[in-house]
């Protein structure tokens, strides 16, 4: 078995290369084959030259580089296409979640004989302590995603997730979103098909003045959903769409 762990980046040069060492000093824990696949989307900071920095601490980090930024969709979904693992984690770069989730992960997989293990704040044995105005967009979401999709789940968010290949392989060929809501559209297509997802508590180390999202992207968001909601229920893109081939360019 071999694990796959794709970091989607955009201006995170304060963060990344902690963010990588973490990974990597985790990583040699585990008692699998493993791959960091470091992708930066079109960073206009020092991101880049943190990347290549951190390559020559780390063996057998790849590195990825698009021309500009084009959402965190796009760059996990290039990341995917460069991944060779059984198993693939998505991983954020914000330094706000500790890479030993990752291990927790992998035997809640396991033990749960689950397809596809997520982080949620929502558990009740996560340890999460965050801004009020996060606290409420990120129950308006749930319950938006919940009516509107039927996903049972109390949380798409968090920037830790680990799926089965084969999971990955069959639902991201069609996923259209590529920037917020491309959780969303991943996980709603993952329950239409069938596989089983587990929510895993986790521990937020918020860091004050990392809250990026903006009213605007709030509104793309709902917009977002409200389009995955039509193709999935009105015009079954998903599924006259399912086993296309997958390709992305760069």
Not at 45 to 61: H, N, Q, R, V
Not at 215 to 223: E, G, H, P, S, T
């Amino acid at each position: 078995m071999k694990l796959s762990v794709i970091l989607p980046v955009f201006n995170e040069e304060a963060n990344v290369r902690a963010t990588l060492r973490g990974l990597d000093e985790t990583l040699k824990k585990i008692n699998m084959e493993h791959e960091i696949i470091a992708v930066d989307d079109g960073s206009t900071d020092g991101t880049w030259d943190e990347f290549k920095a951190a390559a020559s601490e780390i063996d057998g980090l790849k590195l990825v580089r698009c021309n500009e930024n084009g959402g965190k969709g796009q760059a996990l979904k290039l990341g995917f296409e460069k991944s060779s693992g059984d198993i693939v984690a998505f991983f954020d770069a914000g330094d706000e979640y500790s890479s030993d989730h990752l291990v927790q992960f992998l035997k809640l997989m396991d033990g749960e004989k689950a397809e596809v293990v997520i982080g949620s704040k929502r558990h009740p044995e996560s340890k999460v302590k965050y801004p009020v105005r996060r606290i409420f967009w990120s129950a308006v979401h749930n319950l938006a995603v919940k009516i509107l999709l039927g996903l049972p789940v109390k949380d798409t968010q968090v920037g830790v997730k680990v799926f089965k290949r084969e999971v990955l392989k069959e639902v991201m060929p069609p996923l259209l979103v590529k920037r917020y809501a491309f959780d969303v559209e991943l996980l709603a297509n993952v329950h239409r098909r069938g596989y089983k997802i587990v929510e895993a508590p986790v521990e937020l180390n918020f860091k004050p003045g990392s809250e990026k999202i903006r009213f605007k992207d709030i509104f793309r968001i709902a917009l977002d959903i409200l389009a995955i909601s039509y193709r999935m229920r009105v015009l079954k893109y998903y599924d006259r769409v399912k086993g296309k081939v997958f390709q992305v360019g760069s």
